[in-house]
């Protein structure tokens, strides 16, 4: 035994005194924590949550196997929707509802505005550095912080509203946040300042990766800037295009710390401001039904995993 002991000692000294070695468990254990974290909060959260969606428990007593019980009921929430029931007959139906006019608005906008913004960080311009951290900015500030912000910003009386008076003729101020026909687009108009930025770095890392050979043997061919951008900077871009558009669907499809900040728990006026995510959250800890919860997480994350998907197969392979 103390021989093998002896024998095994040496044999990892040598091997970890290979500098090539050293690399590789340096990096090993670099990533072991985020392994282990994604393990735990991850893919046993994701198995966990499917096995307790065929049961019926209130996180204290025992579990009670009811079957497709709870999926059962998110149906009857979306028949109820689709039969124009009101929102808290359908919370289900009414989050699905308003997230996916929600991302179907911020996606779009979000990415050109990235794109956009890219373009001219991307610019040799003085005070370049500048304008890279001002956009970048929103990104890195607290989605709490930034929601209380644009809540006294988005008052009858507030900021915004004073701003289009005086240029928009005969604008009437208009209550953001207490009427439902504005209230998702308030929110949809501060995730999309706080997230262009965030993408716009992206932009930019693969703008600056094209090769200025390209653009050199364009304006010898008598190319301007707009016909290089649409041209070259636009159709090199696609795979970044993809991902942004792939990472901003499954952000916005999601979406819950701005719908909690500004609409509140119950989604604000009319359920206006109501999400999936938010309906997930009421079930698991307002209406202490974690099983239904989590059947409502398994058909959000259905309806994540088909649109990436379907959005991949149809536009990624082109850019293969």
Do not use: C
Request: net charge positive; proline share 4%; hydrophobic share 55%.
């Amino acid at each position: 035994m103390r021989g093998d002991l002896m024998f095994s000692i040496p044999s990892f000294s040598s091997f970890y005194d290979k500098s090539k070695n050293k690399d590789i468990i340096a990096g090993l254990f670099l990533i072991s924590f985020a392994v282990v974290l994604n393990l735990i909060f991850g893919y046993f959260a994701m198995v966990f949550a499917f096995y307790l969606s065929f049961f019926k428990w209130d996180y204290i007593g025992k579990m009670q196997f009811v079957g497709l019980h709870n999926y059962m009921i998110v149906l009857r929430d979306l028949s109820r929707g689709f039969h124009g029931y009101p929102y808290i007959l359908a919370p289900f139906y009414t989050g699905l509802k308003n997230i996916l006019i929600y991302t179907a608005l911020v996606v779009p906008i979000q990415t050109f505005l990235a794109v956009t913004l890219a373009a001219f960080a991307n610019q040799k311009i003085k005070g370049q550095q500048f304008f890279k951290v001002s956009y970048f900015l929103p990104a890195t500030t607290s989605s709490v912080i930034v929601g209380l912000i644009f809540i006294w910003l988005f008052m009858k009386t507030g900021f915004i509203n004073y701003v289009l008076v005086h240029v928009i003729p005969g604008f009437k101020p208009i209550d953001w946040m207490n009427d439902p026909h504005y209230l998702l687009l308030a929110i949809a108009l501060v995730a999309i300042w706080g997230t262009s930025g965030h993408f716009m770095v992206s932009f930019l890392a693969a703008m600056q990766a094209i090769p200025e050979d390209i653009y050199e043997a364009a304006m010898l061919d008598g190319a301007g800037p707009i016909r290089r951008f649409f041209f070259i900077t636009i159709p090199m871009l696609k795979p970044m295009i993809t991902y942004v558009v792939v990472m901003g669907l499954i952000g916005a499809l999601q979406m819950f710390d701005l719908a909690w900040i500004m609409a509140g728990a119950n989604g604000g006026p009319g359920g206006a401001g109501y999400t999936v995510a938010l309906d997930i959250y009421n079930e698991a800890f307002t209406r202490i039904r974690p099983g239904v919860a989590a059947a409502k997480s398994w058909f959000l994350f259905a309806i994540i995993f088909t649109t990436t998907y379907i959005f991949q197969k149809k536009y990624g392979r082109a850019v293969r």
